[in-house]
T-cell receptor, first 113, second 117 residues
Framework: KAGVTQTPRYLIKTRGQQVTLSCSPISGHRSVSWYQQTPGQGLQFLFEYFSETQRNKGNFPGRFSGRQFSNSRSEMNVSTLELGDSALYLC????????????FGQGTRLTVV | AQTVTQSQPEMSVQEAETVTLSCTYDTSENNYYLFWYKQPPSRQMILVIRQEAYKQQNATENRFSVNFQKAAKSFSLKISDSQLGDTAMYFCAFTLNYGGSQGNLIFGKGTKLSVKP
């Protein structure tokens, strides 16, 4: 079956713009988590969604937001982009709330110029 | 707060040999999971192995095994018979088991492993 699909794979945006990233989980998976990966900070948890509700949130400013749709697809939005938002954004899907195995997508490489 | 530390930024090993990657973590909790993830150049994070803290037996997946020392808060990964395809970044990760959510994965900084022919 298809894995976790993240679109787009690459994105270049200008400071001050906003961006929306998409994640389609594995069919049947209902939990989606987002992570930011940078050379300096490493992998950091952004938020997790299950049944269209945000269940956990990492320590990121309010410019980072997300949502989950009834088909479990998730989007994350970053408003008023800063140079420091340049990163690889990874999405992971799990079967359900409480699953201990997460499957990651290949990520979206965001570059802010 | 929980932390995960990987003290080896880079390692290399000859093909067919064995290599051990180190990981230590800090938590005051008793019920948690530990993981090793592999991230090849394709960037996709792949789960290598998982250990439940309440299980004393070390997890094993084919050529991959862990040495879990709960008292020492140590969780090392041993790769036997290294293959060229094992070349990747390896991340140690931790999550608490409250309600079982894996949403709060906490990652180490990673170890870049190069397998040389």
């Amino acid at each position: 079956k298809a894995g976790v699909t993240q679109t787009p794979r690459y994105l270049i945006k200008t400071r001050g713009q906003q961006v929306t990233l998409s994640c389609s989980p594995i069919s049947g998976h209902r939990s989606v988590s987002w992570y930011q990966q940078t050379p300096g900070q490493g992998l950091q948890f952004l938020f997790e969604y299950f049944s269209e509700t945000q269940r956990n949130k990492g320590n990121f400013p309010g410019r980072f937001s997300g949502r989950q749709f009834s088909n479990s697809r998730s989007e994350m939005n970053v408003s008023t982009l800063e140079l420091g938002d340049s990163a690889l954004y990874l999405c992971a899907s799990s079967l359900s709330w409480g699953s201990t195995e997460a499957f990651f997508g290949q990520g979206t490489r965001l570059t802010v110029v | 707060a929980q932390t995960v530390t990987q003290s080896q930024p880079e390692m290399s090993v000859q093909e067919a040999e064995t290599v051990t990657l180190s990981c230590t973590y800090d938590t005051s909790e008793n019920n948690y999971y530990l993981f090793w993830y592999k991230q090849p150049p394709s960037r996709q994070m792949i789960l290598v192995i998982r250990q439940e803290a309440y299980k004393q037996q070390n997890a094993t997946e084919n050529r991959f095994s862990v040495n879990f020392q709960k008292a020492a808060k140590s969780f090392s990964l041993k790769i036997s018979d290294s293959q060229l395809g094992d070349t990747a970044m390896y991340f140690c990760a931790f999550t608490l088991n409250y309600g079982g959510s894996q949403g709060n994965l906490i990652f180490g900084k990673g170890t870049k492993l190069s397998v040389k022919p």
